[in-house]
């Protein structure tokens, strides 16, 4: 078996296959507790967690902190509008601040590329990025990777298509990492306003129609239409994309019997995906939010327990 | 004091010179070139293996004084440019406030002369408080000292005032400096458009952004008949418009930056917001363009574009930090390293596209060469010698380099600027009072 070495988790690009492996392996085990009447495991009693938000969310920071504190971590929340960051202490400040108040691992989401991996080479504490911008979201990568797994069985040679906004989606560049060194064949599906140049080089099969995306797809990873790309023009208008790419029962009739509908959610309703497509039998996007909780916990146990002797940061 | 250089290999493109020689130095100026000149009253300076050749030139600086002295000042861009072997630098207009008018020009004039090291020329802006509206007054800025025009980092994007600056400038007998951008293109991006961008999701800025404005504004110089020159010239698609345009016998000329033939947008995998600058950081087909371009004479100069910013600024989240890196005192070894070592260039051919080439587009007559009579700027180099950039090794008051621990080949050692002898063996010395 590997070991977990690593300070940080910043993304999957820099993960071996055996290390995504070792930590949806680890999850399995975990996924256990939170079934338990008592759902409380003391792996990480006395360490101290911050999630520290610069972007709204809810699901991954309410996911972080129920994985936290089943593993009997403390966790506090700290949530910083980014904007007012650039106008008074730097995030390299604000982080300095907390690592003097020794905090074991810091969970960032923020929205500029690269400002976890900034922060990591700035702190002692290990850095876990809930999200970079369109950069990287490992676990919610992984806790996609993880479903896929628990329904089919496998990875290896399953065709994974992922639909919408691939230009600005952390989302979709963590999964093709993933699902790749796993195996798997992915199809980004995108308006080719939003899909992004060179994306093919990741190895992807890339097309604009939808049809071709759901075909013989054993998964669809529907990601979420942020309402602002009208405005900037990416699209005409929510209606025409709703036309075009939203996934309604009727366009599911292309797909295999057994696909499963993910979504990384909050899902826009009426927009890439129906109320009938979203709650109907092929949709597992509740057992991704549960899953989740199962590889936070997994990441942060073997974050915490990398060798103390580490002292690799600079 | 007269100085007598010795025994060093000359170089001087404009009178195609490349052998050993002496040169004697009298009162500022350049009295002899010649071989073993005898002159008892002059201090002799040894220059045996050593390349001996007029000082650098750089025709695209940004000190930030006035306004931001935080940054940079006359006095410490001044240093670091007489590290980088620079006799004159330029200041683009973009200080605060902006140089669209004589007092701005005359205040520079004013604080160079005070740091008596190199020669300082603004550069006028185009529109009043660069802001694209309203064209400043370029007849007063040049009597007062302006050598050329240009609004730098906020190009001019409306062609019709674009179009009557070029106008207006041929009265003037100055270049229009652009900064080729689109900036509705560009929008929010950060880095070059394309694969790496695509990997680190930060947002692209296209090739496009550049070489459409470079076409515009060639077909605004053959519109108008007036000077043109295009600054920093990333993209292989801008290189083959100026190429082109240059058949056509238009009065276009272009420069481009080390860091334009020596990175490519793969250096920003880390996230260093020292790779973040304007144009950004292209791909390796834009590098081998550029380095031809170099070669067949597509591009005249090698410019710096030294852009200071403090470790403050650039120590933010990559879309946070402002663009720009500092090159002054970098910008003879790299160029060096990349053009000569790998056989684009002569070591004449260098020295003439950083000072002869950059001086002839501001009309400094009495630059870049070592004629009899022309103004004393002379550097002296070492292409043996290697040495690490360090922060604590650069004079510059900005460190945002993301050259920071590369092993650099060739280094200046000496320099005379106006006759004066203003470093010696890489140490910046007291000059002499006037």
Known sequence: MVEWNRKDLLGLEELSKDEILFILNTAESFREVSTRPIKKVPALRGKTVVNFFFEPSTRTRASFELAAKRLSADIINISVNSSAMVKGETLKDTARNIEAMKVDIIVMRHSSPGAPHMLARSVKSSVINAGDGSHEHPTQALLDIFTIREKKKKLEGLNVSIIGDIAHSRVARSNIWGLKKLGANVTVCAPSTLMPPGIEKLGVRTTYKLKEAIEGADVLNILRMQIERQSENMFPTIREYAIEYGIDSEKLKYAKKDVLIMHPGPINRGIELTPDVADGPYSVILDQVTNGVAVRMAVLYLISGRPESDESTD | ?434
């Open chain 2, 1 to 434: 004091m007269n100085l007598l250089i010795k025994n060093g290999r000359v170089l001087d493109p404009k009178n195609k010179i490349d052998e050993q020689l002496d040169i004697l130095i009298e009162k500022g100026k350049i009295s002899r070139v010649a071989k073993s000149i005898k002159e008892e009253s002059a201090r002799v300076i040894d220059a045996a293996g050593k390349i001996v050749c007029p000082a650098l030139v750089d025709m695209h600086t940004h000190i930030r004084q006035p306004g931001r002295e935080d940054e940079e000042t006359i006095l410490t861009g001044s240093r670091a440019a007489v590290k980088g072997g620079f006799a004159s630098i330029t200041v683009m207009p973009n200080t605060k406030p902006a140089i669209d008018n004589q007092g701005v020009v005359e205040f520079i004039y004013s604080e160079a002369r005070k740091t008596e090291l190199v020669n300082i020329y603004p550069i006028g802006a185009i529109t009043k408080r660069l802001e694209g509206k309203e064209l400043a007054e370029i007849g007063e800025l040049v009597k007062s000292g302006a050598v050329a025009i240009s609004d730098d980092g906020m190009p001019v994007m409306n062609s019709h005032i674009m179009r009557m600056a070029l106008e207006y400038s041929k009265m003037y007998g100055i270049p229009v400096i652009s900064h080729c951008e689109d900036l509705d293109l560009s929008s929010k991006g950060t880095m070059n458009e394309g694969y790496m961008s695509t990997v680190l999701g930060l947002k692209g800025i296209p090739a496009e952004s550049e070489s459409i404005m470079v076409s515009r504004d060639i077909q605004l110089a053959s519109l108008t008949g007036a000077r043109l020159h295009i600054a920093h010239v990333s993209t292989s698609e801008s290189v083959e418009l100026i190429r082109n345009a240059k058949k056509k016998g238009l009065s276009v000329t272009a420069e481009t930056c080390p860091h334009y033939f020596t990175l490519s947008d793969e250096a920003v995998l880390n996230f260093d917001t020292n790779t973040k600058v304007k144009p950004p950081l292209r791909t390796r087909d834009d590098i081998r363009a550029i380095k031809e371009a170099l070669k067949d004479g597509t591009i005249d100069a090698i410019s710096t574009d030294h852009a200071p910013h403090t470790e403050a600024e650039k120590d933010v989240e990559y879309d946070f930090a402002p663009f720009g890196i500092i090159g002054l005192e970098t910008a003879l070894s790299l160029s060096y390293m990349e053009l000569v070592k790998t056989g684009f260039l002569s070591l004449l051919g260098l020295i003439e596209r950083m000072s002869l080439a950059p001086a002839k587009i501001l009309n400094l007559q009495n630059k870049g060469h070592l004629s009899q009579g022309s103004d004393a700027d002379i550097l002296i180099f070492d292409t043996e010698i290697s040495w690490v950039v360090e922060k604590n090794n650069l004079e510059s008051k900005s460190k945002n380099t993301p050259f920071l621990g590369w092993t650099l080949i060739s280094k200046p050692l000496e320099l005379i600027a106006g006759g004066k002898h203003i470093m010696k063996e890489s140490r910046i010395i007291k000059n002499e009072p006037r």
